[in-house]
């Protein structure tokens, strides 16, 4: 049974999350690696906006954001992020999902974008991935593989310019990005600047 309602957070809500991940993180609660969002959830309001409780939500490891946004109710998220989940959240009657392995739900969203096409379904899939990921192989062939075949899939990039504590621009050696600024619907990408590192809250934890 798919959950029929979406959540109407506000900024203030989402920061007032991450922050309450930080202190149970800092107070050794949670003992698995955490990774958070921050500056960028006026944007990610407004994509979650187009997105109706029928389409599927696919992220990366960074995925408490969306999954606020989706619905999932917060004491349900955070006590799987304290069970040490927070790379991995799914919730499937939620229709979200989320992995730690780099490119990991990109072929599962081509998957569920074929089989929308095939069943005629008007549900949709919008993927989140970050500015390195969207350089790696397999994001080419999905991203090419669901254009070309007119698959309701959105793939939503979000650059804050690093792959762990590498800069991406100079990993690759260009100014640019290759989805940086392309004109089409099916794609969004958009910067920001977070005050996290990639891992963590910042602070070193010692167990």
């Known amino acids: 049974m798919i959950n029929k309602k979406m959540t109407n957070l506000k900024k203030e809500d989402l920061i007032k999350f991450e922050e309450e991940i930080i202190e149970c993180f800092n107070d050794k609660k949670i003992k698995a690696p955490i990774h958070l969002y921050s500056n960028n959830e006026e944007r990610m309001i407004e994509i979650f906006k187009k997105i109706k409780p ?20 917060k004491e349900l998220i955070k006590k799987r992020i304290l069970e040490g989940r927070s790379i991995s959240l799914c919730f499937k009657d ?25 069943n005629r379904s008007k549900d949709r899939v919008f993927v989140f991935l970050g500015d390195m990921t969207s350089e790696t192989g397999i994001a080419h062939e999905s991203i090419k593989y669901a254009l070309n075949h007119r698959l309701g899939i959105y793939w939503i990039i979000e650059d804050n310019n690093k792959s762990v504590c590498t800069d991406t621009r100079k990993a690759w050696g260009t100014k640019k990005l290759t989805f940086e600024k392309i004109k089409n619907d099916n794609i969004i990408f958009y910067k920001y600047q977070s005050k996290y590192p990639h891992a963590g809250s910042g602070t070193r934890i010692q167990f």
């Open 94 to 118: 939620y229709k979200i999902i989320s992995s730690a392995i780099v490119g990991g739900v990109l072929p599962i969203a081509v998957g569920l974008g074929l089989a929308n096409k095939i």
């Open 54 to 73: 029928n389409d599927w939500v696919l992220c990366s490891w960074r995925s408490h954001y969306q999954c606020l946004l989706k619905g999932v109710p």
